[in-house]
């Protein structure tokens, strides 16, 4: 730990590690990680090039030269490096995870938070065992809450992230079947998940806890410390008036303060999203006006649930990322909307392991018992569980051959799937 603090204190200000040449800023630190399919200490002498004022790396043919700092491990220092930034900066840190939300949910808490407070939080999905410590070093000392967005597809990753960002408090937006193949099944994601609440359970930190969720809710039973959202007696309730164009909802907080929101999301699923991060603010003493206004003013992120038109058509664009579950909650909501005219477009789901064919087929016959105008189903995944009644391509090139923009006058689309099929690119078609 010395040689951590001696690093720190000659070379460390908020914001100025980097390990990517390619965005590297004069007087930045240069960490050289290594991959599968790339040895950054090769760039090392790029990076100093470009004006970093030292380039740590961890191969001895580097060790010797002007400005290059050798250590053993470069992923390790760098984490190391978080760890000793955390314990010297006073800052609350709110932890997050789930199989789905993380981005939308964090978003959200931190535009409330910025009413009140200085907030910071993980930038776009910086949310793994490299992201989370950039995160941690870009938060400077004087900053009073950071929310830490926490993602993994294998057990023992979100104990580690906890280890590194020590959360004080922190959430789970839910569970569901996602990353099935590294956590091996369902249980294994409930299990992994939770290693958040054990955490935090170990150290008394409080819990914000979605009371309608029967799993999460099981998990902290005993558990004093929490406080939750979506209950009768709650922090903060809300039930949808209008689930189209976007969201309107009835809020009611802290029991008898109650309110009508108009937010700019689309999908039912995204209620738990809003309450979750309204629910922290109540608890930190935001006033409800300003959460509703918050609420309120975010905008979604690209390619999570945003509403596109082009002339007569209209484009649901939620093709950041795909999971059963998450594909099972737009095509409920789709289902829902008024709309004559409506083609479904879904891209096939990854690291699902041996349970994808199955949890394919059952979006199939999830499309077929809702009688959409048209679906088109596109990915060698969905190509395995071919069904007469649709369209199976495997490739977006082949959907562009397919699709007749003008064929499509006042039709409403769902465009769903995970980013391996480059989804989002369909608005090239449409512009």
């Known amino acids: 730990m010395q040689e951590i603090s001696q690093f720190y204190n000659k070379f460390f200000t908020p914001g100025n590690v ?4 390619r965005i590297l800023k004069k007087g930045e630190i240069f960490v050289a990680l290594t991959g599968e399919n790339f040895n950054g200490n090769e760039y090392a002498q790029k990076a100093l090039d470009s004006g970093a004022v030292v380039a740590v790396v961890d191969d001895q043919a580097f060790a ?3 400005n290059f700092y050798f250590v053993e491990d470069t992923l390790a220092f760098l984490q190391e490096l978080a760890v000793y930034h ?3 900066s006073k800052f609350h840190v709110i932890g997050l995870t789930g199989s789905n939300g993380k981005t ?5 808490i931190r535009t409330i938070l910025s009413k009140k407070y200085s907030c910071k939080a993980t930038e776009g999905n910086l949310n793994n065992h490299i992201g989370v410590p950039l995160t941690l070093l870009s938060i400077p000392s004087e900053t009073e809450y950071a929310v830490i967005e926490m993602g993994a597809n294998h057990p023992g990753e979100i104990k580690r992230l906890c280890e590194i960002a020590t959360p004080d408090s922190g959430l789970i937006t839910n569970v569901g079947l996602a990353h099935l193949e590294g956590f091996g099944g369902f249980e294994g994601v409930i299990k992994a998940k939770g290693e958040l ?3 935090l359970k170990a150290r008394s930190g409080k819990i914000y806890l979605n009371n309608a ?3 999460l809710k099981e998990l902290l039973q005993s558990y004093k410390n929490k406080i939750v959202y979506q209950d009768l007696n709650a922090a903060c309730s809300g039930e949808i008036i209008e689930s189209y164009p976007q969201l309107k909802i009835k809020f009611r907080y ?3 303060h109650q309110f009508i929101v108009n937010t700019q999301f689309y999908g039912e699923y995204n209620l738990e999203n809003i309450l979750a991060a309204a629910c922290i603010g109540v608890d930190l003493s935001i006033p409800y006006q300003e959460i509703n206004k918050a609420i309120e003013e975010y905008k979604p992120l690209d390619k999570r649930s945003q509403i596109l038109q082009y002339g007569s058509i209209k484009i649901i664009l939620d093709c950041y990322n795909a999971n059963p579950t998450s594909m099972q909650q ?4 789709f289902s829902k909307l008024e709309s004559k005219k409506k083609l479904v477009i879904l891209g096939s789901m990854k690291e699902l392991g041996h349970h994808s064919i199955r949890e394919h087929e059952k979006l199939v016959h999830l499309v077929e018992r809702n009688n959409f105008t048209k679906s088109i189903f596109i990915g060698q995944e969905f190509c395995k569980v071919m069904n007469k009644s649709f369209t199976f391509l495997l490739s977006y090139h082949d959907l562009v051959k397919h699709l007749k923009p003008e064929e499509l006058s006042h039709f409403t689309i769902l465009v769903k799937g995970s980013r391996a099929n480059q989804l989002e690119r369909i608005t090239e078609l449409f512009e």
């Open 18 to 21: 980097c390990t990517d040449t």
């Open 197 to 199: 609440y054990s955490y």
């Open 104 to 108: 939308t949910t964090k978003e959200l």
């Open 213 to 215: 969720n029967s799993i």
């Open 86 to 88: 955390r314990t010297k």
């Open 254 to 256: 802290n029991k008898k």
């Open 330 to 333: 737009a095509l409920l909501s």
């Open 64 to 66: 010797n030269r002007n």
